[in-house]
Structure formats: structure tokens, C-alpha cells
């Protein structure tokens, strides 16, 4: 699709319906998208969409159209935010990873308790990067356990020798709880508006960044909130577009993004709001 409204820029942060600004993003320009978006289960007006399944659809056929060959997208949502779809025509599902958040204060009656949000890793073909190193967690089997198991003949001289004790750390899987959602009490959170249904711990960003893009590269929030993926990404040496609706988040997106820039990255602008006040308090 031609660019026909705007100038899309990396390290800036635009105000306006997601839809609107990615379709003013040339095609097989990004390196990683992570969208946090609706999940239709909130009263807030936000959250309300009429059928999430179809509403992820057609996010992800505009990911595939982003993204650069072998490139990945993260979706958060809940187990069936993609169920009765078919996305296979645009992206690959890679993977479907449980962020386990046992301390939740809702808690069920009649059900069990909804303890998790699923991310789904998708990729436009084979995807080209997984810094597995970068994102190794410690290992939970004592060294000398580990080392006995691998002098098992069956691991020794089978198929699964492969799986050897690795001093960085192992894999962390896709069933993660060892990154905790935040609290009233976490020195991160910005506001107790935000809690739980807004932002996400830069812990679990920095882990899905660190994975599935190198330095330099281009990475895309298209549901950018208090700009936490934003932030990561610049204290990672990774350039970014955010993309918000309210305005309210855009000025909490804003402070924190332009206080990283100014500190860390002095040999590129951080223009984060003031295309969104050029481009759109104009119309």
C-alpha cells in the first residue's frame, strides 16, 4: 500500500487508530512486532471489540505485510485469540507461550481461576532470529544430577545428546512464571489505571526483544500504551514505531521514551510526539 498521509519515521511515536498509521508503513520494513492489543474481555472501551478472532485476523494479515521475510510478531491475548481463524496463508504460528501470573486478584467461583495470557509467536516463513543466548534463564537441575544424566548410554549415544548442560543457562520454554505481572508495589508502575490491563513488566519485553531482533533493528508497538516496549527497545540499541490512541498514555509513553533517548542514545533523535502533534492535532 503507497504511503499517502504521512511520513512514518523510526524512533517516533504517532497518535491514532493502529490500523490507520501501519497502513502508512511500507511493506516488508519491520524486524519485530509486539502487540498488546484488545483481548475483548474488559469493560474498558478499549477492550471492546465484537470478535477478537476477526479482529486478530486482520492484524496479522497487516503483520505479514510489515514484516520482512523471516521476521516475527508477538500477539497477547487469551487461549482463543485465534481460534476459528486461519491465518496460515499470512504468517507461521511458531509458538504459543503461557505467561503464568499466579497472583492475580481476581479469582473464580465457578470456574478455574484464569491465571495466564498467552503470546502468540508467529513468523513470516522460517523466522531468521532466535538469540536463544541472550535469553537463557538458570538452570533448575543441580550440576552434578545434570552431568550423571548425560553419562546415560541412551543420552550419551542417542538422539538426545544434544541436550547437554549449558553453563549460560537453558531455554526458558514457553510456559513462563518466572516474570511476575506488576503490582501496586512494583517501582515500575506509573499508575494504578494502568495495572494489569495496561502495562507489562520491561522484563518480559526485554526477553522478547532480546529473542527475536538484533541491534539496529526496526521494531514495531502498534498498541504502544505506556510505552514499554518502546523504552526496552531503545535501552536495547533497537529503533522502534509506537503507535497509541489515548492521549493520556501517549504523554506517559512520551516522558518515558524521550528520558531513555536523551540519556542513552545520543547519536539519534528521539522524536517521539512530535510527529503525532504535527500529523494529527492538525486534522
Known amino acids: 500500500m503507497e504511503n499517502s498521509c504521512i511520513d512514518i519515521e523510526v524512533n517516533s511515536l504517532?497518535?491514532?487508530?493502529?490500523?490507520?498509521?501501519?497502513?502508512?508503513?511500507?511493506?516488508?520494513?519491520?524486524?519485530?512486532?509486539?502487540?498488546?492489543?484488545?483481548?475483548?474481555?474488559?469493560?474498558?472501551?478499549?477492550?471492546?471489540?465484537?470478535?477478537?478472532?476477526?479482529?486478530?485476523?486482520?492484524?496479522?494479515?497487516?503483520?505479514?505485510?510489515?514484516?520482512?521475510?523471516?521476521?516475527?510478531?508477538?500477539?497477547?491475548?487469551?487461549?482463543?485469540?485465534?481460534?476459528?481463524?486461519d491465518y496460515r496463508p499470512y504468517l507461521k504460528l511458531?509458538?504459543?507461550?503461557?505467561?503464568?501470573?499466579?497472583?492475580r486478584l481476581a479469582q473464580g467461583r465457578l470456574n478455574y481461576t484464569d491465571n495466564?495470557?498467552?503470546?502468540?509467536?508467529?513468523?513470516?516463513?522460517?523466522?531468521?532470529?532466535?538469540?536463544?543466548?541472550?535469553?537463557?534463564?538458570?538452570?533448575?537441575?543441580?550440576?552434578?544430577?545434570?552431568?550423571?544424566?548425560?553419562?546415560?548410554?541412551s543420552v550419551r549415544d542417542g538422539k538426545f545428546g544434544a541436550t547437554k548442560f549449558n553453563p549460560k543457562g537453558k531455554n526458558p520454554g514457553n510456559v513462563w512464571g518466572d516474570i511476575?505481572?506488576?503490582?501496586?508495589?512494583?517501582?515500575?508502575?506509573?499508575?494504578r489505571k494502568v495495572?494489569?490491563?495496561?502495562?507489562?513488566?520491561?522484563?518480559?519485553?526485554?526477553?522478547?526483544i532480546k529473542?527475536?531482533?538484533?541491534?539496529?533493528?526496526?521494531?514495531?508497538?502498534?498498541?504502544?500504551?505506556?510505552g514499554t516496549t518502546l523504552k526496552v527497545a531503545a535501552q536495547l540499541g533497537r529503533r522502534f514505531i509506537g503507535i497509541e490512541q489515548n492521549s493520556e498514555l501517549i504523554s506517559l509513553a512520551h516522558n518515558r521514551i524521550h528520558s531513555v533517548c536523551e540519556t542513552i542514545f545520543t547519536n539519534f533523535h528521539c522524536n517521539a510526539y512530535s510527529n503525532y502533534k504535527s500529523n494529527y492535532l492538525a486534522n
Open 116 to 153: 495466564y495470557d498467552v503470546l502468540f509467536y508467529f513468523a513470516k516463513g522460517k523466522q531468521d532470529k532466535f538469540n536463544l543466548d541472550d535469553i537463557r534463564v538458570p538452570q533448575l537441575v543441580e550440576l552434578e544430577h545434570r552431568k550423571r544424566c548425560e553419562n546415560v548410554p
Open 14 to 85: 504517532y497518535t491514532g487508530n493502529s490500523f490507520e498509521i501501519m497502513s502508512q508503513i511500507k511493506e516488508s520494513s519491520i524486524d519485530l512486532i509486539i502487540a498488546d492489543g484488545p483481548y475483548a474481555v474488559t469493560s474498558h472501551s478499549w477492550d471492546k471489540v465484537k470478535n477478537i478472532q476477526e479482529y486478530n485476523l486482520e492484524l496479522i494479515k497487516e503483520f505479514s505485510r510489515l514484516l520482512k521475510p523471516g521476521a516475527s510478531a508477538y500477539l497477547f491475548g487469551k487461549h482463543d485469540a485465534v481460534d476459528f481463524i
Open 180 to 191: 511476575k505481572q506488576l503490582t501496586y508495589k512494583s517501582k515500575e508502575l506509573l499508575n
Open 211 to 226: 529473542a527475536s531482533s538484533n541491534e539496529g533493528d526496526i521494531i514495531l508497538d502498534p498498541f504502544a500504551g505506556t
Open 94 to 103: 511458531v509458538n504459543r507461550i503461557v505467561w503464568y501470573q499466579p497472583s
Open 195 to 208: 495495572l494489569h490491563t495496561i502495562q507489562k513488566p520491561e522484563k518480559l519485553m526485554e526477553r522478547l
